[in-house]
């Protein structure tokens, strides 16, 4: 089992810059693939950042070059540090851990319970 907890959330400029973060409890996170996920009102969780056990990175073409993911192992924390944020990245933002990193929710196991992250233009 894994508990995710999910933040540094919160209200911020279009412009502007949050990091998120997301501490895991239990066994073995260093060999789980860890994603961002976000879910805007109406829309579908979207996939936005994953990383593999060995530190390999992935984004949405819509983050790309604004957002970077990392991880700390000694710490069981993964970051979303996001940059140049947009009124369209409002959304909560949701941790995720699986086997892989995917773009497709299903092949997480784990889940945090999200932080919002809203931003104003």
């Known amino acids: 089992q894994v508990q995710l907890v999910e933040s540094g959330g919160g209200l911020v400029q279009a412009g502007g810059s949050l990091r998120l973060s997301c501490s895991a409890s239990?066994?073995?996170?260093?060999?789980?693939?860890m994603g961002w996920f976000r879910q805007a009102p109406g829309k579908e969780r979207e996939f936005v950042a994953g990383i593999s056990w060995l530190g390999d990175t992935y984004y949405a073409d819509s983050v790309k070059g604004r957002f970077t993911i990392s991880r700390d192992n000694a710490k069981n924390t993964v970051y979303l540090q996001m940059n140049s944020l947009k009124p369209e990245d409002t959304a909560v933002y949701y941790c995720?851990?699986?086997?892989?990193?995917?773009?497709?929710?299903?092949?997480?196991?784990?889940w945090g319970r999200g932080t919002q992250v809203t931003v104003s233009s």
């Open positions: 995720a851990a699986g086997r892989v990193v995917s773009m497709n929710r299903y092949e997480y196991d784990y």
């Open positions: 239990g066994r073995a996170f260093s060999t789980y693939a």
